[in-house]
Structure formats: C-alpha cells, structure tokens
C-alpha cells in the first residue's frame, strides 16, 4: 500500500510554538501533499511537495520531503488558534487516486 | 472549500430510504471523487469521474451508486443503506488530462454528515 502514514496522531501546542507533523509512506511517489481538515468539513489543499524537491515554503509552512527516508514532514510556524485542524499526508500512485493517511490532530491552546 | 458545494450537509434516513447526495463544483475541473471518511478510519476513495467516465470504483457495495451527468455534477444515490455506512460523505475534484493524468491538487466540499437509522 502507498498509504501516508502520520505522526504524531494527536499534538497539543501552546499559541505562537511552532508545530511539526510527519508523514511517512510506503513506495515510490510522484509528489506527496499535504492536506488541512477543520472539525466535520471538507479537506482543504496546503501544499504540494515534488519527488525532485527537498524543501517547500509557503507563508507559515514549511514542507519538507526525504526520499531515501520515504517520509515528509509538515512545519507550521508561530502557530494560531485557527490552525486547530486535522492534518493528512497523501500520495498517488497517479492523478485522481490519492490515497490518505489517518491524519495528525492538531489542537492550538490560547 | 470554495468552489465545491454539497447537498444536503446533514442528512438522516432509514435502512429503507433513498435519497441522493448531490455535488456541484465551479471551478471549470474535469474529474470528480466521492470519499468516505468515518470515524477513526483514513479516508477512502469510493469513485471516481474522468472527463465523465467512471475510471475507478474501489469495490464499493452496489448499494451505493454513483451519477456523473456532466463535468459539473456528482450524484451519490443511496438506498437500502446499513448504520454502517453512517459517515462523512466527501466530494472532490480536480483537473485531469486524461486517465491517471493531470494535476494532483484536489479541491473538496463541505461533506455530508449522512446518519443511517
């Protein structure tokens, strides 16, 4: 299976630390990305990481990919009370057929 | 979120209902899914539309049926559903250019909290 598998599964932070989240999988990928779902909605797309890329930035998150590894991991910095989400890993073996990993919960404490 | 609706966002129906889930996407996208996403369980991949064709369905039980009318809309039609199947029901979609091909970044909706009695 390709699955995405995150870690922690749940992590509990102080308002304006920053949070950190991995990911690891199983073969070889394409891109790997990194989703963002508040409590019973939809998934929202964060940021998508390519296979030949190390490092991607965007605003407060900073994703990072070691191949060799087969693992990734999502860093968000100075973090907010509106960052409290679920975060998912996927990867595909091809467009339209992502598969999902169980997600890190990530709760922000003021 | 934008850019996806669902409908209805609640729905609660007996083991002898059907209803139909609805999903309409405005941002000009050529492939849609349906997920499942229950509790505690990765989210699952049920079908899924390319350029209107059905290119995959991951051994999904025929109580569930899906409706690919055009481009721009989804149906999930639901009947003789078991409390199992009690779940968030989430639509999606993306760009392709063909079969297995074209942007990854999927785009979903608010779901339907769907609730079997």
């Known amino acids: 299976s390709q699955q995405g598998e995150e870690d922690p599964q749940a992590l509990s932070i102080q308002e304006g630390e920053n949070a950190t989240m991995n990911c690891s999988y199983k073969?070889?990928?394409?891109?790997l990305q990194w989703y963002r779902q508040n409590s019973g909605r939809g998934l929202v797309h964060l940021i998508l990481i390519r296979s030949n890329e190390r490092e991607k930035h965007s605003g407060r998150l900073r994703v990072t990919l070691d191949t060799s590894k087969k693992s990734s991991s999502l860093l968000i910095t100075a973090s907010r009370a509106a960052d409290t989400a679920s975060y998912f890993c996927?990867?595909?073996?091809?467009?339209?057929?992502?598969?999902f990993g169980q997600g890190t919960r990530l709760t922000i404490n003021p | 979120e934008t850019g996806v609706t669902q409908t209805p966002r609640h729905l609660v129906m007996g083991m002898t209902n059907k209803k139909s889930l609805k999903c309409e996407q405005h941002l000009g996208h050529n492939a849609m899914y349906w997920y499942k996403q229950s509790a505690k369980k990765p989210l699952e991949l049920m079908f899924v539309y390319s350029l209107e064709e059905r290119v995959e369905n991951n051994s999904v039980p025929s109580r569930f049926s899906p409706e690919c009318p055009n481009s721009s809309h989804l149906f999930l039609h639901l009947h003789t559903l078991q409390p199992e199947d009690s779940a968030l029901y989430l639509c999606?979609?993306?760009?392709?250019?063909?079969?297995?091909?074209?942007?990854?970044?999927?785009?979903f909706g608010p779901g339907t909290r769907l609730t079997v009695t």
């Open positions: 996927a990867t595909g073996p091809g467009a339209q057929k992502l598969v």
């Open positions: 073969t070889s990928i394409n891109n």
């Open positions: 999606a979609s993306s760009q392709a250019l063909g079969p297995g091909r074209g942007r990854y970044e999927q785009y």
